[in-house]
T-cell receptor, first 113, second 117 residues
Framework: SQTIHQWPATLVQPVGSPLSLECTVE??????LYWYRQAAGRGLQLLFY??????ISSEVPQNLSASRPQDRQFILSSKKLLLSDSGFYLC????????????FGQGTRLTVV | AQSVAQPEDQVNVAEGNPLTVKCTYS??????LFWYVQYPNRGLQFLLK??????LVKGSYGFEAEFNKSQTSFHLKKPSALVSDSALYFC???????????????FGSGTRLSIRP
């Protein structure tokens, strides 16, 4: 069966510090991978998605970047965090045929202070 | 461009009564449609999906959703609500055409469902 791991669960970072959130998927190959941000317990904003290694699509211009160095690894980064980067970050995966739905990790609560 | 609208921020229902959480969508062609549930400080859990066929889709925990192509809607329903159904519910849409941006899954703003005893 497939599993998704996302860490850390919580993170408190000072303004101006770098960020690296990692997500890995097990039990499937060539998944689509996603990073979403959820502010204040409300809607999910799609930040990045990837259909393959090194292929990153950005949905919203911002202070963040994403990378996919391996097939089942997706990394969200920032060089200098802003207060507005605080939120709940969720990683997810999907495939195309048969199971088009996304499956989510448990999320990372990021607080920038 | 794909979009999803959940017009109600909150839905309040008495336990045992039927519930409906509304969702409308905008996407070219025939979409995949999904419902998810989120409990506090947790990731989203998949409830059900519409791919093709019967417009009434059954999912987890007794939930079902009705796909209406003419109204571009996919409302979530349950015949008898439980207090434990109280959570945040999200509708989502994905274009089914096979090109790279079809992997995008767009979510609505969420509806908070509150079931009172």
């Amino acid at each position: 069966s497939q599993t998704i791991h996302q860490w850390p669960a919580t993170l408190v970072q000072p303004v101006g510090s770098p960020l690296s959130l990692e997500c890995t998927v097990e039990g499937t190959s060539n998944p689509n991978l996603y990073w979403y941000r959820q502010a204040a317990g409300r809607g999910l904003q799609l930040l990045f998605y990837s259909v393959g290694i090194g292929q990153i699509s950005s949905e919203v211009p911002q202070n963040l970047s994403a990378s996919r160095p391996q097939d089942r690894q997706f990394i969200l980064s920032s060089k200098k965090l802003l207060l507005s980067d605080s939120g709940f970050y969720l990683c997810a995966w999907s495939v195309y045929e048969g199971r088009p739905e996304a499956f989510f990790g448990q999320g990372t609560r990021l607080t920038v202070v | 461009a794909q979009s999803v609208a959940q017009p109600e921020d909150q839905v309040n229902v008495a336990e045992g009564n039927p519930l409906t959480v509304k969702c409308t969508y905008s996407v070219s062609g025939n979409p995949y449609l999904f419902w998810y549930v989120q409990y506090p400080n947790r990731g989203l859990q998949f409830l059900l999906k519409y791919i093709t066929g019967d417009n009434l889709v059954k999912g987890s925990y007794g939930f079902e959703a009705e796909f209406n192509k003419s109204q571009t809607s996919f409302h979530l329903k349950k015949p008898s609500a439980l207090v434990s159904d109280s959570a945040l519910y999200f509708c989502a849409v994905r274009d089914r055409r096979m090109y790279s941006s079809a992997s995008k899954i767009i979510f609505g703003s969420g509806t908070r469902l509150s079931i009172r005893p």
